[in-house]
């Protein structure tokens, strides 16, 4: 395994550079953004490598939870701020993180526990970086349907009513709106399992190659990864849309809109 | 034996600038209501269709709103909103039970529900909102300006439907409408709406009609 110095990362980091004062010359406004999102992967990896390196040491399961935690209401905070139309209030940051709770610790247990196998089962090598992958990849899934149903429900205002009108209950009304939601925040999974190999090299196998492991010891890990992700993703979209419908209407079967936060 | 309850109790009904307003309406009684737009007509017909929160409650043959379920009570009061709205590729996808009144009858070919939803003219999709709306066999019906975009030809269609279908079923009719001579030949009562509230009005012409 080639060992990466900071002079390494430095001279990556010139690309980054290059390509800001490219973007500047071609008057776009993007160049400001791409510098500070650049230094934030720096800060916060290198933070969290310190961060992993004192909880390997330290693998208790008070922290192995406490860090679990963290990262789920960031993971939460994140999927509230990608929602244009989100719900208001402490709904808005509820519906998905718990639904991102309910997916993606379940699914990282089961995991751990069944598959993997280790003792004790939270150890955090592996605990944390399969919570990380889940919650990532829920996160977005999560975010994305919801957008899509917020949204939904909003421009179809007319259609639900209309349908509500003639005597349909809530969810049938919505049905059709649920179900591209849904599909929406599958697509992406769905996508990255079809291409697998063929057109993309997933990052975790890449990393795990560079880093000097077997492929096919990596192509495995990298199988397991994908399919536990796809069924967070599935269970925590599906949870996040059901929620969320729910909640767009009250006791009386009324659509709700004013629940929903104008952008 | 006591009185049976009317068919259509308001009592103290309140919602954003209506009410609290109470009323009782009659089997079979057309009532049409007017006035300026922003006055809350929409939202009195909203309110009772269940389609808004509201305070007060509306009862039908003495049973509250709120003992009966959102989906069925809609089923019963049913509204016809101003636009109608199609969401399914073809007509006839929109129709579930079968017609109180026939299509001939309104001057549409039975054809029409294979047709795609986006052929109709407004004429057409106005009368088949109504009888969309009508093959639920709604109680009450309340009519948002049913004919407000509609030749004359159409408009007595609309109106000749509404009256069969008044008679048939007993239903109570509430139709907001802006045109006296409209309100003279349906009306069995006329209210304008002014500071949120319902003023009972006599009907103008109506000595004529008769």
Not at chain 2, 121 to 133: F, I, N, V
Not at chain 2, 190 to 208: A, K, M, N
Request: net charge neutral.
């Amino acid at each position: 395994m080639v060992e990466l110095s900071v002079a390494d990362l430095a001279i990556a980091a010139t690309l980054v550079l290059l390509l800001a004062l490219l973007s500047i010359r071609l008057r776009s406004n993007i160049s400001q953004q791409l510098i500070i999102a650049a230094m934030r992967t720096a800060v916060q990896l290198t933070l969290v490598g310190l961060v992993l390196k004192v909880l390997f040491a330290n693998a208790s399961f008070g922290w192995v939870m406490l860090m679990a935690l963290i990262m789920l209401l960031v993971a939460g905070r994140e999927v509230m701020a990608r929602q244009e139309r989100r719900f208001k209030g402490w709904l808005g940051y509820a519906v998905g993180t718990f639904s991102m709770f309910l997916s993606s610790f379940a699914v990282t247990i089961f995991a751990l526990v069944v598959i993997l196998g280790e003792n004790p089962w939270y150890t955090p090598q592996y605990a944390i970086p399969l919570l990380g992958m889940l919650l990532g990849n829920t996160m977005n899934g999560i975010a994305i349907a919801m957008d899509r149903l917020t949204h939904s429900a909003w421009e179809q205002r007319a259609v639900i009513e209309a349908r509500l009108m003639l005597g349909e209950r809530w969810d049938q009304a919505i049905a059709e709106y649920r179900r591209q939601a849904i599909r929406s925040g599958m697509i992406p999974i769905i996508n990255a399992m079809a291409a697998a190999g063929i057109v993309s090299l997933p990052g975790m196998m890449t990393g795990q190659i560079l880093a000097g492991a077997a492929p096919v010891e990596a192509v495995k890990y990298q199988i397991l990864i994908m399919f536990l992700i796809s069924a967070g993703t599935g269970l925590g979209t599906l949870a996040a849309v059901s929620i969320g419908s729910k909640q767009l209407f009250d006791e009386r079967q009324r659509l709700c809109l004013d629940r929903l936060r104008q952008p | 034996m006591s009185k049976p309850p009317p068919l259509l109790q308001i009592n103290q009904l309140q919602r954003l600038m209506i009410g609290p307003l109470s009323l009782q309406v009659e089997a079979g009684d057309c009532l049409c209501i007017s006035g300026p737009s922003g006055s809350g007509k929409s939202q009195l017909l909203r309110a009772l269709a269940d389609l808004d929160p509201h305070t007060g409650e509306a009862c039908l043959q003495g049973v509250p709103a709120s003992n009966i379920p959102a989906e069925v009570w809609r089923t019963r009061v049913g509204l016809l909103p101003p636009e109608s709205v199609w969401w399914l590729p073809r007509v006839g996808d929109h129709f579930h039970g079968d017609l109180p009144v026939s299509l001939e009858h309104i001057g549409l070919s039975a054809a029409i529900l294979a047709q795609p939803v986006g052929q109709l003219s407004s004429g057409e999709k106005q009368r088949l909102a109504l009888m969309r709306l009508l093959s639920n066999r709604p109680q009450v019906l309340l009519l948002d300006e049913p004919t407000a975009n509609l030749d004359p030809e159409n408009t007595r269609r609309i109106e000749a439907v509404i009256d069969e279908y008044r008679r048939a079923q007993q239903a109570v009719i509430i139709w907001v409408s802006h045109d006296p001579a409209q309100i003279a030949r349906v009306a069995d009562r006329y209210f304008t709406v002014s500071d949120g509230l319902l003023e009972e009005q006599t009907i103008e012409g109506r000595q004529w009609l008769n």
